[in-house]
């Protein structure tokens, strides 16, 4: 993300974000709020060069209007401002839910205790005292940012209950995943994943079958959730993905249903050949009768009289009853 000359004389209402979509720049992305251009421009070269995605606000006011479109992993906030102060703009981000947990650090050249105080009551993390270090400034917001992520990350895994899930980055990295996923992801590639051997990058990232659909479904926009499925030996498996709430990162959540298993449960609950019990599996998928011959090799007519035999052992009368039938005894199982 490249921020235009800010020693230019940048007028409030200028846009200085130019924002990338968050899969073509997955840095972490401070927001610096100073009424100073040169300040600005100091603090966001010194934060470009040590690797952030920067966008600025010249005014509190401008500050919420950034928010409203865009959260960053951090507010690096101009304690004295014309206006609205830092203190007020605090006050006002914390009191949207989105931004709750949202680390500020305020920049101040304030050192008496109540402003200090005033900082931490309005939300503040932490803070710096001008003029800014730029090292201490880059090792403080590393370590909200990591603190932060950590924070998403336990959020979202609460959220996510024992499912099988994955947090990916863009590049297919994982930065997260459940024990279930963990058993799941060694299913594609028989070995729990493992990073590329000459990548400087050691962390794990998304076994290829499920790294090459991500990374096509990211090329082409990822515009739109999508889900991914095949079968391994008789093991259906689907990975489904859908953006979390932090920006270039994704949830993948992974399913398996093993035919072999489903159809023995419902030839035990109703009493069913394993043939029958096979064309109800199918059935309570929404398969057709023509469908089914094509997967289980049997024509169209032979499918009818399975079909014939499950309706007078399940004592339904329809193929709807048949699939709700079936469906809740799997659920069940």
């Not at 005014?59 to 959260?71: H, N």
């Not at 279930?180 to 051997?197: D, G, K, R, S, T």
């Not at 399975?306 to 009368?317: D, I, N, Q, T």
Request: charged letters at 25%; glycine letters at 6%; hydrophobic letters at 45%.
């Amino acid at each position: 993300m490249n921020l235009p000359d800010l020693r230019a004389t940048p007028t409030p209402d200028a846009d200085h974000t130019a924002e990338r979509p968050a899969w073509q720049a997955d840095r972490p992305v401070v927001l610096i709020v100073d009424d100073t251009p040169d300040n600005l421009a100091f603090l966001s070269d010194t934060l470009q060069a040590h690797g952030y995605a920067v966008l600025v606000a010249l005014s509190g006011e401008d500050a919420l209007k950034r928010l409203a479109r865009v959260t960053p992993d951090v507010v690096l906030l101009d304690a004295m401002m014309p206006g609205m102060d830092g203190f007020e703009t605090c006050r006002r981000l914390k009191q949207d839910e989105q931004h709750e947990h949202l680390p500020v650090i305020f920049m101040t050249a304030l050192t008496e205790t109540e402003h200090v105080v005033r900082g931490f009551r309005v939300g503040g993390i932490d803070y710096v005292t001008k003029p800014v270090r730029p090292e201490e400034l880059c090792a403080r917001i590393g370590a909200h940012v990591q603190r932060s992520r950590a924070q998403l990350y336990a959020q979202t895994a609460l959220s996510l209950d024992a499912r099988a899930a994955v947090i990916v980055g863009a590049d297919a990295t994982i930065r997260w995943q459940s024990q279930q996923a963990a058993q799941q992801i060694a299913a594609y590639c028989a070995a729990p994943p493992v990073a590329e051997p000459n990548e400087a990058d050691t962390q794990a990232k998304l076994p290829l079958p499920l790294r090459n659909w991500f990374l096509t479904w990211i090329a082409r926009g990822a515009q739109a959730d999508a889900t991914h499925e095949f079968t391994l030996g008789h093991v259906r498996r689907s990975a489904s993905v859908t953006p979390t709430a932090e920006s270039g990162e994704w949830i993948i959540i992974l399913k398996e249903s093993d035919d072999a298993l489903h159809g023995d449960a419902l030839a035990a609950r109703f009493g069913l050949t394993a043939r029958e019990a096979e064309v109800l599996l199918w059935v309570s998928r929404g398969k057709t009768n023509r469908d089914i011959g094509d997967i289980l090799g049997m024509a169209t007519r032979t499918v009818n009289k399975h079909l014939e035999h499950l309706f007078r052992k399940l004592h339904v009368e329809t193929r709807a009853a048949a699939a709700a039938t079936a469906i809740k005894a799997l659920d069940r199982a």
